[in-house]
């Protein structure tokens, strides 16, 4: 195997690459290392197909390849005041639109809006052999067809390479503001991020710190309006409730992944439910050296840790419970962590988009 990685310039240079190794691995700029690590395939980057192809703001879409940072798109949407309100992940380190998808990835605005899935309309990519397929559509209202491009997001490259997508945008809220909810304990603080979670207050994301044993709340919208929310949520829980002066800067950290106080080697999401959460807290409770962060009112946790020996703790603890985390940062030798079964379904979707077996396995067999 060529240990360069390839990085083709158009759809054409991709195609005849695509054709001439025996098995490729598509990467954006390998933000996150390890969904990009495979030493049996040639990497291929899609770093050098870059731009935004169309963008139509009256009707909230754009297109772009693959290898356009999310950076770039965000700066350009915002110029028309609209956005990604999933809060995309690593934007700062660099990741790419196609990344992103493949990825799967969505930050603490999934809570109130949904998941990057939930935005993607369209894509184009190359099936194994090298054929151009296209699936989905560039409007908001498009239902024709199997919804393929959900089915590629979070396929870590293991379905196609994808060489454009279409999203759906919003138009921005206007003034975010953030809360801090202080705790007395743990069982309180999952009553609280319950109740928050359920409130008419229409919150735009509730975080969680065990560590700190705080609530995050961040509200979205006109000035008045947060205000009365902020009144609300004051009245029902007291001195407990304090804003944050720098919000923005929070949230920039929990999506970067370095919120931690010193940096680490590892980071790890984790999807969880209550019990999964507890189970969590406590045995990071016991360590000085693993830093948690619960988001989208307990749907997924961000794990940051230093060694093997903590990803080895890590997978025991969620084999028990039976959930399924990804590594997405650090050097390890592995990738999945946790319960993640080999179903017929998942057998027979890689063998029918991926019928002459271009791309590797998700986990070696």
């Known amino acids: 195997m060529n240990e360069t990685t390839a990085t083709p310039g158009n759809l054409e240079e991709l195609r005849s690459l695509l054709r001439s190794e025996s098995l490729v691995l598509p990467v954006g700029n390998q933000t996150k290392q390890p969904l990009a690590s495979d030493d049996r395939a040639q990497l291929v980057s899609l770093r050098g197909m870059t731009g935004i192809l169309e963008y139509e703001p009256s009707e909230f879409t754009f297109t772009a390849l693959a290898g356009t940072t999310v950076l770039e798109v965000s700066e350009t949407l915002?110029?028309?005041?609209?956005?990604?309100?999933?809060?995309?992940?690593?934007?700062?380190?660099?990741?790419t639109i196609g990344g992103a998808v493949g990825s799967g990835l969505s930050g603490p605005g999934r809570f109130r809006?949904?998941?990057?899935?939930?935005?993607?309309?369209?894509?184009?990519?190359?099936?194994?052999?090298?054929?151009?397929?296209?699936s989905g559509g560039k409007v908001v209202k498009n239902a024709a067809g199997f919804d393929i491009p959900k089915l590629l997001v979070g396929s870590m490259g293991r379905l196609g390479v994808m060489v454009e997508m279409t999203f759906k945008v919003f138009p921005m809220p206007g003034r975010q503001q953030t809360l801090a909810v202080e705790c007395g304990s743990m069982q309180d603080a999952m009553k609280r991020?319950?109740?928050?979670?359920?409130?008419?207050?229409?919150?735009?994301?509730?975080?969680?710190?065990?560590?700190?044993?705080?609530?995050f709340l961040r509200l979205a919208g006109p000035d008045k309006v947060n205000q009365m929310v902020i009144r609300k949520i004051m009245?029902?829980?007291?001195?407990?409730?304090?804003?944050?002066?720098?919000g923005d800067a929070f949230w920039r950290a929990v999506k970067e992944l370095d919120w931690s106080d010193k940096t680490r080697a590892f980071a790890a999401k984790i999807p969880t439910h209550r019990r999964v959460v507890?189970?969590?807290?406590?045995?990071?409770?016991?360590r000085s050296h693993i830093d948690l962060h619960v988001s989208a009112?307990?749907?997924?946790?961000?794990l940051l840790c230093d060694t093997q020996s903590d990803l080895d703790d890590l997978d025991r603890i969620l084999l028990?419970?039976?959930?399924?985390?990804?590594?997405?940062?650090?050097?390890?030798?592995?990738?999945?962590?946790?319960?993640?079964?080999?179903?017929?379904?998942?057998?027979?979707?890689?063998?029918?988009?991926?019928?002459?077996?271009?791309?590797?396995?998700?986990?070696?067999?």
């Not at 109740?195 to 609530?215: F, K």
């Not at 507890?278 to 016991?286: I, M, N, P």
């Open 78 to 95: 915002q110029q028309r005041q609209q956005y990604l309100p999933f809060d995309p992940m690593l934007v700062q380190a660099g990741a």
């Open 113 to 134: 809006y949904g998941g990057l899935r939930d935005f993607l309309l369209g894509v184009k990519f190359l099936s194994g052999d090298g054929e151009v397929i296209n």
């Open 193 to 215: 991020m319950a109740a928050a979670a359920a409130s008419h207050w229409e919150l735009d994301a509730v975080d969680y710190r065990p560590g700190a044993n705080t609530l």
């Open 235 to 246: 009245e029902r829980w007291g001195s407990d409730v304090t804003e944050l002066p720098d």
């Open 278 to 286: 507890e189970a969590l807290a406590d045995w990071v409770g016991k």
């Open 297 to 302: 009112a307990g749907a997924v946790a961000w």
């Open 320 to 365: 028990k419970h039976e959930v399924a985390g990804l590594l997405v940062r650090g050097e390890s030798t592995r990738l999945g962590i946790g319960c993640w079964p080999r179903t017929e379904i998942s057998v027979a979707v890689k063998h029918a988009m991926d019928p002459v077996s271009k791309f590797p396995h998700l986990f070696s067999t």
